[in-house]
């Protein structure tokens, strides 16, 4: 599971971190040597229709040894290897349209400087950070803004393009097919359809399902499951659903199968990166998923995440693999990504703290007995920074990560959670004063209780939410980890939400020495109902609901909770100048709002509760109150900021001597179109 940026751009200027001893704090830098300290460097780099673009930095590689900087160099390389996987897995045509699109944008011959030829640029650049022509957050197609004949005129235009004409077709009908694809309204309206009244394959552009109806797939796959088997395989993961010849069938991910060729140059850079491990347990992590790779059997996944999730002892770690869910209307299918990262020593102890009192957290949580882990097993936790994104996120990246996701091996192997600090740091410092803030917050006490505390109670909430909440629960006897179906990724994001908002404000969190005061706790409910009622609306277009799972998650909890705090008071709605702002009056009866609602959160899960989840997501998280919407709209756009942020990657060149690698070198000066052309030309492995 990952969990995404919370705010829709946070604005800090003094960070402050927690030692791990005596609760002291460390100013790490402020206002006034903020530049100095960060030696000019340009996090932001572009912005473009909804989308801001961002560098990140990798501090501390300089330390690691040369063999674990050549282990960092080859994950890098497998994790840029799978980028056309998931620009298939998200719809078939996804590939055929890009290459398109790069053939005209290098060999178009026309004037380039025409409103018509920038606005197929930026159509392109959305295209790569959606990695297909779906909006990557809302799964909405979203349109070129050039009329339908430029497109003829871009294609005539590009004499020495060799675009991807089909056998028996021509230049023609290639166009016209083209034209179709971009600007038909009616053609996969949408990547992925929630909508549980209709069939929701059919409805979902993905491309996990192949002439198969949601009711056969689910005929296929109640067959399959066995809810009695105490360590399931994660069903239907890696692999699509097709009928050929009338009958249902898998077509697996693996090398020699579906996605073959992309899966052979992984495992080519794995296998060197298993030359270079830093220990055995490590080495034959990578041999197993190597093994995988090779098979696709899912078992053989199992085998490696037992063997990843205990590899504790490594700096360098990696996620590679078909991991989230998030992709697939049913839930199943995962879409390939990969992160490659180094532990942040001294980060870490601040998790390691959290993660060693993991049991008392879970027998002190508000959810019934019989839903709590009776033992806690192997929450490890720590701050990592990362050196490469690929796959599914990229450019668009999770801010913490913890994984396995298959239940029974987080019960019996635990999980590892990592919050990504390199990357949020990124996202604070590209923000800075663009007035968000400002805007947003209802009072001075609220603005600066936020640049104080913004950064250390955002990374204590992925903190938390990863290493804890998602690892905390158990299921009851018989109770399937797919009964809340298309609900279960908004109930799983609020569950660890929850968790984290509820003890956020704990006096627990003071006594270790990880927060200085509970105004961190404020300012983090402050952030989190502000988002959750009004700020993060200003992702969605008017008249739409919200679909995506972090957001409904969002929504859902704040929305709860100022109704059901209604006769206290607890969160109230405020006019000042014309404007809608939303202030909490009481904090220790928010938090026990959280915990009642963690609690039921919790039974949902344990018990499998189909209808009270549908329900709960439904009435809470779904629909938006159009006026506030139009609200937040307006106020968001007059400060002309882009809602939703991605990352270039560093580029890593080994340095060679005589053959031989005696350094790895990190470069942040590629821009965003290079980089992606770049990409597609050396990472390019499918049709
Ligand atoms: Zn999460």
Not at 68 to 91: H, P, S, T, W
Not at 586 to 601: H, W
């Amino acid at each position: 599971m990952k969990k995404q940026i919370i705010g829709l751009v946070v604005t800090l200027i003094i960070i402050v971190t927690a030692c791990n001893s005596g609760g002291e704090m460390r100013t790490k830098t402020d206002s006034n040597t903020k530049t100095e300290t960060q030696d000019n460097f340009q996090y932001f780099v572009e912005k473009f229709a909804d989308l801001k673009i961002m560098r990140y930095q990798v501090p501390g590689f300089d330390e690691l040894s040369l063999e674990q900087k050549k282990l960092v160099y080859y994950l890098n390389e497998a994790a840029l290897c799978g980028r056309d996987i998931l620009f298939d897995q998200n719809y078939s045509k996804n590939l055929r349209i890009r290459k398109t699109l790069e053939k005209i944008y290098m060999n178009y011959t026309g004037d380039r400087e025409t409103d018509n030829f920038k606005n197929f640029e930026i159509y392109l650049k959305r295209v790569w950070f959606s990695n297909g022509i779906h909006h990557h957050y809302s799964t909405d197609k979203f349109f070129p803004d050039f009329p339908v004949e430029y497109f003829k005129e871009l294609v005539d235009n590009s004499p020495e393009a060799s675009f991807p004409v089909e056998e028996g077709s021509d230049l023609t009908q290639f166009t016209h097919e083209m034209q179709s694809l971009l600007f038909d309204p009616n053609i996969a309206p949408k990547r992925i359809s929630l909508n549980s009244n209709e069939d929701m394959i059919k409805n979902s552009a993905c491309n996990f399902y192949e002439n198969v109806t949601q009711k056969e797939a689910e005929a296929f796959y109640a067959k399959m499951i066995d809810t009695t088997i105490p360590q399931p395989i994660s069903y239907g993961l890696n692999s699509k659903l097709v009928k050929v010849d009338g009958k249902v069938q898998e077509e697996v991910y693996k090398v020699g199968g579906l996605y073959g060729p992309a899966l052979a140059k992984i495992v080519y850079w794995l296998d060197k990166a298993a030359g270079v491990a830093e220990n055995e347990n490590q080495q034959k992590a990578i041999h197993k998923l190597i093994e995988f790779y090779q098979t696709g059997d899912l078992k053989t996944f199992d085998e490696f995440n037992i063997l990843w999730v205990e590899d504790l002892e490594s700096r360098v770690d990696f996620v590679n693999g078909f991991t989230e869910t998030y992709g697939d209307p049913m839930g199943m299918k995962a879409t390939w990504e990969s992160i490659v990262n180094f532990k942040d020593l001294e980060a870490t102890k601040r998790t390691q703290i959290i993660s060693e009192n993991a049991q008392w957290f879970e027998d002190h949580s508000p959810v019934d007995d019989r839903f709590k882990k009776k033992e806690v097993k192997g929450v490890t936790a720590k701050v990592i920074t990362v050196t490469q994104l690929g796959g599914d996120c990229y450019p668009s990246t999770p801010i913490g990560i913890n994984l396995p996701n298959a239940d029974w091996i987080r019960k019996e192997h635990g999980s590892k959670s990592v919050t990504i600090e390199n990357i949020t740091y990124a996202y604070d410092m590209a923000a800075l004063g663009n007035g968000f803030l400002e805007e947003f917050c209802y009072s001075p006490e609220e603005i600066e209780l936020s640049k104080k505390y913004g950064f250390l109670s955002g990374n204590l909430h992925t903190d938390l939410h990863e290493c804890l909440g998602h690892g905390s629960g158990i299921l009851l006897e018989g109770t399937s980890s797919e009964a809340l179906k298309n609900y279960s990724s908004a109930l799983e994001e609020a569950r660890a939400d929850l968790f984290a908002l509820y003890y956020l404000m704990d006096q627990k969190m003071i006594d270790l020495g990880i927060m200085p005061n509970l105004d961190v706790a404020k300012t983090e409910y402050n952030g989190y109902i502000r988002n959750g009622l009004m700020t993060q609306l200003a992702r969605i277009d008017l008249g739409k609901n919200i679909e995506q799972a972090h957001m409904r998650n969002r929504q859902l909890i704040s929305k709860w909770c100022y109704e059901k705090g209604q006769a206290d008071n607890v969160i109230e709605r405020v006019e000042k100048d014309g404007k809608t702002f939303y202030i909490i009056n009481d904090y220790n009866k928010l938090r026990d709002l959280f915990g009642a609602l963690l609690a039921e959160v919790q039974r949902i899960k344990s018990e499998g509760d189909y209808e009270a989840g549908k329900a709960l997501v439904e009435t809470y998280g779904v629909q938006i109150d159009p006026e506030i919407h139009k609200e937040v709209k307006a106020r968001y756009e007059k400060l002309n900021l882009a809602p939703y942020g991605g990352f270039i990657n560093p580029v890593f060149k080994p340095v060679y001597e005589n053959d031989q690698i005696v350094d790895i070198e990190v470069t942040y000066t590629e821009g965003y179109a290079e980089q992606m052309l770049r990409y597609s030309k050396d990472y390019s492995f499918l049709d």
